[in-house]
């Protein structure tokens, strides 16, 4: 998997580039629009992360002139301009996905992934880790056979999880795709209902499968 | 035409008049008089007469001086009256639009016109400040950034020892506090430059708000508060959904972090007339009077007594406030300290909405 990671602030897209090389990817990096056109002609990516203020051609020109040129590869675009609206302008220009600085290094890491995958997302009805089962058709959850009552949103979430399993899935994200919200409330709902979620998945059965990492988000695997 | 020319021949007209009452008075007395002439009368009684001369005379020709003042004061002042109103409209969103003038070059105009550069002075001092905020926010971001990366970057590092991964997450947190601070003052320095553009469409506001009673009462739970829903009336309102959301969910948030443990929050949607009437009323040690004007100041925290823990970017009820006016409603909070206090927000009906400017 190759990533093209277009920023021109030095020290973020080095950070950015190290947290993408220790997930097991290849990153290439470039600092201006101009080189990444470039570079996109030369090598396939399999996703481009490209922020929007970029010296001289800016992000958002990259992205149209990529689509023009039927240049497909997903793109997850980065931005610090925090317009409101800028996310359905970023989509509607044919971005894949957007992320407002300052983001989680954790959140860009699991989108990036998210992005990878997504031609190739399992298309079975029955989703499982270890013996936690959910039947995305009747929207049942069993863990051990035994079946576990869920909320609806809690469904939501779990489903979300375990579309991802040994996938840190960032806060953000998940109040994005679950409770589709575009903004950061500032609550730990997102905590509150994931400990509710623990309490039903993983109280009563060993081993633990939804865990917590401190400053990152949650992750819904078998190995500690 | 000045104030004073106008003034002056308006006085001239009611003085005239008042001289002709008198004139034709004394004339028509005067007359009378003449014609019984040939009776001498004593001096005493003429004294007399002169008095009811004056009386008959006089009286209206005072009345009628005393109406014509009145008139015209309040014919020469009524300009100033408009003006009056027209400048207690003024606050810091409209400044943009200037006071309209007589154009007919008096005084007022003058000072109308006069007025119009202050307000555009003003104006101007106000976008600066609005336009460093915005500046402020974006500059404040790109080093946030890369702080935020690094220290996550650090706190990969499985070489780190327990201390230093908990100072190392600790430090992280309050970073992400002060993005979050960063994000809603970019919100509302964009929202006072007037460049937030809202997504409007129907929204079933009951949805929503049964969506944020589901939220409200996770997040009341570990503090055993009780949430209840009251009412919840299928109600259409034009509006900008996420934002609604938004609005919906600072205040639970705010109703549950604010209220005192085992408490009650409550909430209700129903139709008040022409609105939609959103409530929510919280259990907790509520907002003293002289407090409670203050509590939509951006960074505006109450008592520190009475919320030493609460946490937070100090900018959530600025943000609904905003939130609230962008729809053309209105909220209001009532407080009755250690009882009971309720936010009220009213938003328009579906088709009663205009699309905010």
Request: net charge neutral; proline share 4%; with cysteine.
């Amino acid at each position: 998997m190759r990533i093209l990671v277009v920023e021109d602030e030095k020290k973020t897209a080095s950070f950015v580039r190290k947290a993408l090389q220790a997930e097991g990817f290849a990153v290439d990096v470039c600092h201006n629009g101009d080189d990444a056109l470039a570079a996109t002609r030369a090598t396939p990516f399999d996703v481009i992360v490209l922020d929007i203020m970029l010296p001289g051609r800016d992000g958002l020109s990259v992205l149209r002139q990529l689509r023009e040129r039927k240049n497909t590869t997903p793109v997850l675009l980065l931005s610090a301009r925090g317009e409101v609206n800028e996310r359905v302008e970023g989509l509607n220009a044919g971005a894949d996905d957007y992320l407002p600085k300052p983001f989680e290094l954790a959140e860009l890491v699991a989108r990036v992934r998210a992005l990878t995958r997504r031609s190739g997302e399992n298309k079975s009805t029955v989703l499982r880790v270890a013996d936690l089962t959910l039947d995305t058709v009747t929207h049942r959850a069993q863990r051990g056979g035994v079946d576990i009552e869920l909320t609806a949103r809690e469904y939501r979430l779990l489903e979300f999880l375990i579309r991802s399993p040994g996938r840190l899935c960032g806060r953000m994200m998940i109040l994005e795709k679950v409770w589709d919200y575009d903004f950061d409330p500032g609550t730990n709902l997102v905590d509150v209902y994931v400990r509710r979620l623990r309490e039903k998945i993983d109280a009563n059965f060993e081993p633990k499968l939804l865990h917590t990492v401190r400053g990152a988000g949650y992750v819904l695997k078998e190995q500690p | 035409m000045t104030i004073r020319t106008r003034l002056s021949l308006w006085y001239a007209g009611v003085l005239t008049a008042s001289l002709l009452v008198i004139g034709v008075g004394t004339y028509r007395e005067l007359d009378e008089q003449l014609r019984h002439n040939h009776r001498r009368e004593p001096e005493e009684h003429a004294i007399l007469e002169t008095g009811e001369l004056i009386l008959q005379v006089g009286l209206p020709a005072v009345l009628l001086g005393l109406a014509g003042g009145w008139w015209l004061t309040r014919r020469a002042l009524a300009p100033m009256a408009e003006l009056t109103e027209a400048i207690n409209k003024i606050h810091e969103r409209n400044l943009r639009e200037p006071l309209s003038r007589t154009g007919n070059g008096d005084e007022l105009d003058r000072l109308t016109e006069v007025f119009n550069g202050m307000l555009a002075r003003l104006n101007d001092s106000f976008n600066r400040t609005r336009e460093f905020t915005l500046h402020a926010s974006h500059e404040l971001k790109t080093p946030l950034t890369v702080l935020c990366g690094e220290t996550e970057t650090a706190l990969r590092d499985e070489s780190l020892s327990a201390a230093e991964r908990e100072r190392a997450a600790s430090r992280l947190d309050e970073l992400r506090r002060l993005a979050r601070i960063v994000d809603g003052l970019t919100l509302l320095a964009k929202a006072d430059a007037g460049q937030v553009a809202l997504k409007l469409e129907p929204v079933r506001l009951d949805e929503l708000v049964r969506d944020n009673f589901a939220d409200a009462q996770i997040l009341a739970e570990p503090h055993g508060i009780q949430v209840e829903l009251a009412a919840c009336e299928e109600i259409t309102v034009c509006g900008d959904r996420h934002r609604l959301r938004q609005l919906l969910l600072n205040l639970a948030d705010n109703a549950v972090k604010y209220n005192q443990p085992h408490g009650q929050v409550t909430m209700s949607l129903r139709r008040a007339k022409d609105a939609a009437e959103f409530n929510i009323a919280n259990s907790g040690p509520g907002i003293s009077p002289e407090v409670l004007p203050r509590v939509f100041d951006r960074f505006f925290r109450g008592d520190p007594a009475h919320s030493p823990t609460v946490d937070g970017c100090g900018l959530g009820l600025s943000i609904v406030q905003w939130i609230v006016s962008a729809h053309n409603g209105t909220i209001k909070i009532e407080s009755v300290p250690s009882k009971l206090t309720t936010v009220i927000v009213r938003l328009p009906l579906a088709h009663e909405n205009k699309p905010p400017l």
